[in-house]
């Protein structure tokens, strides 16, 4: 089954605490991203890989990393967490191409005390 | 920079009925895509409805269907015979043709009433 999966799904954290989210597809897409979603703000794009080493910064993202070693992964990493980054976090992948459709993962709920 | 504004917060509809949620957008472009993409309550994004902008023809799947108005940057989306299953967050987004980057609107929560 197509799809893309992430993990945890929901984690509570402490403020300092380094933490990694991840993300997997298994559609062999080269595009790979992650947005946050929050209250009235929609989604948010962080950061972008349009193919294995090459990731570039979206609208928000200070505070995050990501690294793009394997195609199919693509971790969110969080290396000093703050109150500010509690949101619901999406991976989502495609095909590079003008046929466009973005498969999402089911979101990983994070909140940072 | 491209923005994309959704004004209903919230819609109720009655089931069985018709209802359109509203999206309108900001672009120089005019090579672009608008996508309007369903979040149930299990937070699954789920793609609804796709406009390419070159094409006049409003797209349409089963009971959804979109009003697209170039000139105006209006989008809007038509549900036909709500059913509860209908019920969720709806969200507008655009991408340009040079970018794949996903614009997005803040989200209209569509409630369905039995």
């Known amino acids: 089954e197509a799809q893309v999966t992430q993990n945890p799904r929901y984690l509570i954290t402490v403020t300092g605490k380094k933490l990694t989210v991840t993300c997997s597809q298994n559609m062999n897409h080269e595009y790979m991203s992650w947005y946050r979603q929050d209250p009235g703000l929609g989604l948010r794009q962080i950061y972008y890989?349009?193919?294995?080493?090459?990731?570039d910064k979206g609208d928000v993202p200070e505070g995050y990393k990501v690294s793009r070693k394997e195609k199919r992964n693509f971790p969110l990493i969080l290396e000093s967490p703050s109150p500010n980054q509690t949101s619901l976090y999406f991976c989502?992948?495609?095909?590079?191409?003008?046929?466009?459709?973005?498969?999402f993962g089911p979101g990983t709920r994070l909140t940072v005390t | 920079a491209q923005t994309v504004t959704q004004s209903q917060p919230e819609m109720s509809v009655q089931e069985a009925e018709t209802v359109t949620l509203s999206c309108t957008y900001d672009t120089s472009e005019s090579d672009y895509y608008l996508f309007w993409y369903k979040q149930p309550p299990s937070r699954q994004m789920i793609l609804v409805i796709r406009?390419?902008?070159?094409k006049q023809q409003n797209a349409t799947e089963n009971r959804f269907s979109v009003n697209f108005q170039k000139a105006a940057k209006s989008f809007s989306l038509k549900i036909s015979d709500s059913q509860l299953g209908d019920a969720a967050m709806y969200f507008c987004a655009y991408r340009s043709d040079s970018n794949y980057q996903l614009i997005w609107g803040a989200g209209t929560k569509l409630i369905i009433k039995p």
């Open positions: 406009q390419e902008a070159y």
């Open positions: 890989s349009m193919n294995v080493e090459v990731t």
């Open positions: 989502a992948s495609s095909w590079t191409g003008l046929t466009f459709e973005q498969y």
